[in-house]
């Protein structure tokens, strides 16, 4: 058997197999004893069958083809071992020339192959350091967040203003059609209601309680529905009842109803430190962009198709258990959004090659710099992942190629840490602060592993609720009210800590570098924005 | 009977196999071959037929009765009796050294 392995421009691999007769034949005398044992021959046991039974049976030329494979599978074998080889699918073999018995053999095999980055001046990467200090404004304007969150409504004994909540009775009507008629809605006034609505609250400003008025508004052209966009709308507005949003004073008993702090000083000082590991985890998402764009731009790939092709069907994969979360399937996301599935597998190409050339960048870069891994902290990672999202899963349980795979994910991980170094010549991450500050940070860290277990269900709860923007878009508008009123009012409240939450589930766990729960809230981040559209 | 409608075919069985390839101490091999044959044949037809179909020398013919074996299948649609037909097999000795190829395997 002769093997010569040649590397084509286009990311493949061309094996030339040379076999010649006594090897086919012996081969074919293997694949015999197995094709014996698989078939059953009528007059003896399995494995019993004489050859030239089983040859009467399949033919003479199935058995030598079946030793042929054989071969031809083990020639590929070994040279993907010998030639260090990752191929990206099932080889194709194509025949030189028909077989025949007593000849020898000659065959090509084709495979798409991985081809490994060569990494530029990588070690001349720098970037610049971010910038950790946090102001007095920012620790003051989360106090006044904090404080609108606690606020109460209070009945008020005044005409109605923007920004108060108000309970009305509700009738709208656009020429015959009866849109929308509501008893005691409550809802917040803004000046900057969208929809069927707009409009509507500069005339319930004003009113007291008590105070019934008719009016008539101009249903947006771009309304969704056709049979009313640009028509006139005739409102029957009863008002029941005006609150003001009162906002209590920020002493002790405000800190303590937050959580377990004594003071407004203590409150400010966690907020403090809430905010500093805020950002650090910010600097740590973005230095890690940074250095990855710098590293991506100074190497040179060789990318077969299929891999990105491989990736879009990832990122596919993960929009799809996105969407399940919310019980949404991606047809209906697809109608929502007004997109054709090709448009949509097109639209992901650009990322998905961004990040094929991530990956590889990175994992040349591990190999260049040692980096490694073991199945110990594998072990560790997938166990403490599954942890916190809530199911437990045993990294033993997982198959050799599962496990592969989260080990090369982890090295890709350090690789990009051994990068951030490099690139801020060793003074990123910065050293731990004084002694004294442990306490906080515990908690802090407390409270990220309890975000990031949230932080799936957040990202669930986020789609969901911008699937159900999207179905509002549609409605005969008889909810918009009650859906905005809603928006406003049960906008997530943080357990103990100041940080916004949204941002603080987008940030969690960026410390252990891109894990699920970040991909997974940024994206639902994304199709959040895109369904409001 | 017509000598035509003595054997109806050849059997190849592991057994039967093996018999064709039987060895004396001494190393001679004593080729045997089985048949299905007619159930009224004797074995001067049997014989007779083999030696004339295969153009070989018969030293000996054994024969026996098959039982036609019986069964009971239990179905959904009910319990149903099946009986095969018996039938004879006939083993022929062949001379040393004679083979017949239709039915070597």
Redesign the interface.
Known sequence: MKVTVERTPESEAKLHVELDWPEIESASDKAYKRLAQRYNVP???RG?A?R??LERMLGKEAIYQEGLDDLIDNAYRNAVIENNLTPLTQPHVDPEQSFEIGQPFNAIVHVPVLTPATLGDYKAVRVPLPDLETTEEQVEETVERLRQQQAAWMPADRPAQIGDQVTVDLKLDSGERTISNLHDNEFVLSDERAGIFSGMDEHIVGMREGESKTFTTTIPEDYGNPEFAGKEGAYDVTMKAVKEHELPELNDEFAMSIGEYANMDEVRAAIREQLRTQRQRDANRDLGEAVTKALTESTTYNIHPLLVQDEVETMDRETRRMLEDSRLTLEQFLDATNKSEEAYREEMQPEATERVKRDLALAALADAEQVTVDDDEGAQWYEMMTALSGRRERWNALNASQKRSIIARLRRDKALDRMVEIATEGKWPPAPEAADQTDVADEAEADEAAQAASAEANAAAAARAAAQTAEQADATASSAPTGSNEATTSAPTPATSGAPHAASAQGAGADAAPSKATETATDAAASEAQAEE | MEITEVIKHG????K??MQQNTTTPTGVVIPRYTFAVALEANKHEIRMAVEHMFGVKVLRVNTMRMPGKAQNLRTRKGIFHKEERPWKKAIVTLAPGQSIAEL??
């Open positions: 007059g003896f046991r019993h004489p030239t039974m | 059997l190849i069985t592991e039967s196999v070597q395997a």
